[in-house]
């Protein structure tokens, strides 16, 4: 069948289609990931952050273009993972930008759009490098273009010669990529993107397999704006409830999320669809005036409706929404003191997170190499912290940009993202924090002092690679360091000496270790101890960090 033009609902089966093409082939995904250490890979964050955006498309119309189009990119910016799935997110946003106010979409509004997907991602990247995602997009981008100006063009044709392309620049990264070139892989975002539009394109000409599709495009059960139970047992709760809350402002995700497991605590066959303006709520529930006092609490209520399945009791039940809806509202009605500053830090492990607690950070959010946290984790904590000003640390290359995606998306907070690739490094950063000065001020004194903390991450390797010139075989321990591999061997206490060794100079004044949860207290101090005999002029400190992944991480500063 040949198209001339695609709807709506046809392009969300292409964009479930692709997510399931992708979760498939996740695993072949990752094994393309560079640095042979045990993380959130790429396939795994890009597949995490589409299918946050299948949910959101499965809550809305399916013949509603600008319905979809707002549930791909919404999905998609708050479930982004990673910089693969920050990316790949700004890539949705830009096409459904060019796609939102048309019923169908030809080759060249295609064109069009996907070239709006590169713009737009591109701009998300602070210094974007060639030989990545970002690459193999704007190739399939430009054949696109080129394509739609031919005679005669379809869409299937189009995105075929286009994907087509997009084939030979992801096999041409490893000679943009030194780092590609040595390991022997192409670009596993580029494989990820490609992933995707290769499962869209077989749904669009029908070669997609229906099983696998029909797996997408049933509603879950866990989605992140729609909820149902349809339970044919016997009914436990007797008041079939529903009403609309009318909204002045877009209900941020978050809240919708906390607002369905509230109601799902007061019974069952629960149905919650949020849109921008509007939220629709069904429930069975043998409290009713608690859900509707907890709706108030967003917004005006229309459309109310009560049914006693049970008993016709409605006015004695209305009465009693009425009375505690207005109590609710009394409750609530002294505003939020905020404080001026307040903190979140992404770590995994207790000792982490009790040395974050003591220095005085509101929220830590758990996550780091091995579950790289989400854009909506960081606005779900930026909602709990009563503070007008909020400084991040991401604590990872790799979470920086949800979290920058999740300042971009908050309008009532100043949201300042400390660029912390380490957690050493929001640790002196919060040492440094000044209590009086502003926001401004604070925030260039901690970028300045995460520049003075070098770090050593000790690991292992998961696969034989040569990375930097440096052979590496599975199961060696490595030392990642702050750009990159500095050395491996065949034990801990070897590996993090010869670190240590690199990152020290005769201006260091301290060098801390904090270890993980596969390393003892009784190791740390023997570490700690043959430290202090090469460098006796430096403080040591053994701190517990419990982390996974990383037997111990070692700042020198």
Do not use: W
Not at 154 to 167: N, P, S
Not at 236 to 243: Q, R
Not at 285 to 305: F, H, R
């Amino acid at each position: 069948m040949s198209y001339e033009t695609i709807n709506a609902e046809k392009i969300s089966r292409m964009f479930c289609a692709g997510a399931a093409n992708l979760e498939a082939e996740k695993e072949l995904i990752n094994e393309l990931n560079v640095f042979p250490v045990p993380d959130g890979d790429t396939g795994s964050n890009m597949t995490m952050t589409i299918m946050a955006a299948v949910d959101a498309v499965h809550a809305v119309p399916s013949e509603d273009m600008k319905e979809i189009a707002k549930a791909i990119s919404g999905g998609s910016l708050r479930g982004a993972r990673g910089n693969s799935g920050v990316i790949l997110s700004q890539l949705c946003r830009g096409f459904t930008k060019v796609i939102r106010d048309y019923k169908e979409v030809d080759s060249t509004l295609v064109a069009e759009a996907a070239e709006k997907a590169v713009e737009t991602a591109y701009k998300a990247v602070m210094k974007p490098k060639e030989g990545t995602i970002l690459t193999v997009a704007r190739g399939i981008s430009e054949r696109a273009s080129e394509l739609a100006k031919e005679p005669d063009m379809t869409v299937e044709k189009m995105i075929r010669g286009a994907l087509d392309h997009g084939q030979v620049v992801l096999d041409q990264t490893p000679e943009m990529l030194p780092v590609l070139k040595e390991a022997g892989v192409v670009d596993s975002g580029g494989k990820g993107l490609l992933t995707i539009l290769e499962g869209a394109y077989a749904e669009l000409i029908g070669e997609f397999d229906p099983k696998i599709l029909a797996g997408q495009m049933r509603p879950a059960k866990k989605v992140s704006a729609v909820l149902a139970d349809d339970s044919d047992a016997d009914i436990k709760f007797g008041y079939c409830t529903e009403f609309i809350i009318n909204r002045r402002e877009a209900l941020p995700q978050p809240e919708v999320a906390v607002f369905k497991e509230f109601l799902m605590g007061l019974g069952d066959s629960l149905v919650l669809v949020a849109d921008e303006d509007i939220v629709k709520v069904h429930v069975h529930t043998n409290d009713p005036g608690a859900a509707i006092s907890k709706a108030l609490t967003y917004g005006a209520l229309t459309n109310m409706k009560i049914d006693n399945m049970r008993v016709e009791h409605h006015e004695k039940v209305i009465k009693n929404a009425e009375r505690m809806a207005k109590e609710q509202r009394e409750a609530e009605a002294a505003p939020v003191e905020l404080n001026d500053n307040g903190f979140i830090a992404v770590c995994a492990g207790e000792g982490f997170h009790s040395i974050f607690k003591e220095l005085n950070v509101d929220y830590v959010i758990s996550g780091g190499q091995t579950m790289n946290p989400s854009t909506d984790d960081f606005l779900n904590a930026i909602a709990q912290v009563p503070a007008r000003n909020i400084f991040v640390f991401p604590n990872n290359s790799n979470i920086i940009l949800a979290a920058n995606q999740a300042r971009d998306l908050t309008e009532d907070k100043n949201i300042i993202v400390i660029p912390t690739k380490t957690v050493p490094q929001a640790i002196t950063a919060m040492i440094n924090f000044v209590p009086g000065g502003t926001p401004e001020e604070n925030a260039d004194v901690m970028c300045e002092m995460i520049k003075t903390v070098k770090t050593s991450q000790i690991t292992y390797s998961i696969r034989d690679t040569s990375i930097d010139n440096i052979e590496i075989h599975k199961d060696d321990i490595m030392a990642v360091g702050d750009t990159g591999i500095i050395c491996a061997g065949s034990s801990i206490p070897e590996v993090a000496e010869q670190a240590v060794a690199e990152m020290a100079t005769e201006d260091t004044e301290l060098i801390s270790i904090y270890y993980g949860e596969d390393m003892t207290e009784e190791d740390a101090e023997a570490l700690s101890e043959r430290l202090s005999e090469i460098y006796p002029d430096c403080d040591i400190e053994v701190n517990a960090g419990g982390q996974p992944v990383y037997y111990c991480i070692i700042a020198v500063e």
